[in-house]
């Protein structure tokens, strides 16, 4: 729906635009800015034409925030995964300037992030990627990531976009299978959120982040974070 309205104010304006944003495309410069897109393909827009989309990504009607991270641990696996068409399609950029290395990951479901990660982690001679930030993928749903992926990447601070008011997104679990399958050595891992009012709603205890070595982090500037 929201690609609809796009390309609808692109022709309302009468933009020229022909060609597809896919891993293919070339890599954009803005300035010192580089931006590659990672994802995704062009086989993957045209399956999803033929087919009809499925419903929107949704997690349980109360969520888990009102649990503790003690008490949400026996739950932390990766069984239930995030498969719509939907947010296969969804764009994933790896942002470079200003000496810093960042990944946006959209809606983008864990098994194409999966592969992403993967040809990564290769690239870089199969040794773990090193990132800034990460943005965790739809809203930090904890059906969108998996060891396999978060073990590739060796970063201490991750993104939150979201107001929290879809479907009581982020999980708390999310940030379980983060501080669980990043294994590297660290202080700390840091959470970046953009709608600070979230940050109380998810009801973490300083003795939970002390406890399970996180911090968490209100936006920094007036249209969100700056890195």
């Not at 993928?137 to 939150?160: A, D, L, M, Q, W």
């Amino acid at each position: 729906m929201q690609a609809f309205e796009v390309e609808n104010i692109i022709n309302e304006l009468n933009l020229q635009y022909h060609n597809f944003l896919v891993d293919t495309s070339d890599i954009l410069l803005l300035g010192d800015l580089e931006i590659e897109c990672l994802s995704p393909t062009r086989e993957i827009l045209d399956n999803y034409l033929e087919k009809t989309p499925e419903k929107y990504l949704s997690s349980y009607t109360e969520g888990d925030w009102k649990k503790s991270l003690k008490e949400l641990v026996p739950f932390v696996a990766d069984n239930s995964l995030d498969k719509s068409m939907a947010n296969l399609t969804s764009i994933v950029l790896l942002i470079k300037g200003n000496n810093k290395t960042g990944l946006l990951t959209g809606d983008v479901t864990p098994h194409r992030f999966e592969i992403l990660a993967d040809l990564l982690f290769k690239d870089n001679g199969n040794k773990k990627v090193g990132l800034d930030f990460l943005k965790l993928p739809h809203h930090g749903s904890y059906r969108s990531i998996t060891k396999e992926i978060i073990s590739k990447f060796n970063c201490e601070t991750f993104v939150i976009s979201t107001d929290g008011n879809n479907n009581y997104l982020p999980n708390k679990k999310a940030f379980l299978k983060v501080i669980e399958y990043q294994d590297v050595d660290r202080d700390e891992l840091t959470f970046l959120f953009n709608y600070s009012d979230l940050i109380a709603k998810l009801n973490f205890t300083e003795q939970e982040m002390s406890y399970f070595k996180f911090n968490i982090k209100e936006n920094n500037f007036d249209n969100g974070i700056r890195i």
